[in-house]
């Protein structure tokens, strides 16, 4: 009999949907339990991949599934595909390098924001200002989880962290702009909240041919939340339902409110490995 679980509809309605073969397929199931904490948002996202993957009738042998350093980067030891738990902030590089030799493969990098637009802020920039055709998944959390809750690039001004104790006085880069400013031809950004929702930006994330970008707001109540009054990861949850906004642009503005949404699927502009490959055959 079929699992079931509680999922939302874009309209944050909780409903009950039957659960699919998704883990049975796309999941070491020796590596678990899994490392993360507790109410950590990175599960969630994790879930929807493989549940995208699944519908979208891919193998195994022919996803290339990607990361890099920290919490984020864990999660390639338990995806069942082609994976890489590479160095840190060197996630897209490599996949990169993969694309290149087989455009043929479903490549996919799962960043945390330290690891994405940190240490590894050049290879996004440029990955997005080839257009090669790699799905980045930017679990953006807003801190560095695995080594201690230090601040990072996205940390908001004002938020503590273990290395911001009274408060960090940096603005806090923007993931999607960055991405929109660099090239990237497909750019969104959901939160863990709602899950249905993601699932479906993810979808049009992977299908999408060339350099595709979608930031996730996820929480970490073991640091962020634990640090900023939110150490129940509901209350994060809460916080994210109430303090974002369905948008066309992260430029938009509503009440201090974060834009979520697509913000841009440029279907027109030629996909790096392909158009490597037609000038190789010419
Ligand atoms: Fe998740 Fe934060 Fe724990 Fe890392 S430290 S696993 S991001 S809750």
């Not at 509680?6 to 909780?14: D, F, L, M, T």
């Not at 590894?120 to 801190?143: E, L, M, S």
């Not at 929702?197 to 109540?221: K, M, N, T, W």
């Not at 129940?232 to 009440?255: G, I």
Request: with cysteine; glycine share 10%; aromatic share 8%.
């Amino acid at each position: 009999m079929a699992n079931t679980g509680s999922n939302q509809n874009a309209n944050n309605e909780v409903n009950l949907m039957p659960m699919s073969e998704a883990p049975d397929k796309w999941l070491r199931k020796q590596y678990l339990p899994h490392i993360w904490c507790p109410g950590c948002g990175i599960g969630t996202i994790l879930r929807q991949v493989i549940e995208q993957f699944t519908k979208l009738g891919w193998r195994n042998d022919e996803v290339v599934f990607v990361t890099g350093i920290g919490c984020t980067g864990r999660a390639s030891g338990y995806v069942n595909a082609q994976t890489l738990h590479t160095i840190h902030g060197r996630a897209l590089p490599t996949a990169t390098g993969i694309k290149m030799a087989r455009p043929d493969m479903h490549v996919v990098a799962m960043l945390g924001d330290g690891d994405g637009v940190g240490i590894g802020g050049n290879h996004f920039i440029h990955a997005a200002k080839r257009n090669i055709g790699i799905t980045a998944i930017v679990v953006n959390n807003r801190i560095y989880g695995m080594t201690g809750g230090q601040v990072s690039p996205t940390t908001p001004s004002g938020a503590k962290s273990s290395t911001t104790p009274y408060g960090n006085v940096e603005p806090a880069m923007d993931v999607s702009k960055l991405a929109l400013g660099a090239g990237a031809t497909f750019v969104a950004r959901a939160h863990t909240a709602n899950p249905v929702y993601l699932g479906q930006l993810i979808r049009r994330a992977l299908e999408h041919d060339g350099f595709s970008v979608l930031e996730v707001l996820s929480q970490c109540p073991t640091y962020f939340g634990r640090f900023n009054g939110m150490p129940d990861p509901v209350q994060m949850l809460e916080w994210f339902k109430s303090n974002t906004f369905m948008a066309k642009s992260p430029y938009d503005e509503k009440e201090g409110k974060i834009p979520v949404g697509v913000f841009r699927d440029d279907k027109e502009t030629p996909e790096l490995s392909k158009s490597y490959r037609k000038l190789w055959e010419e």
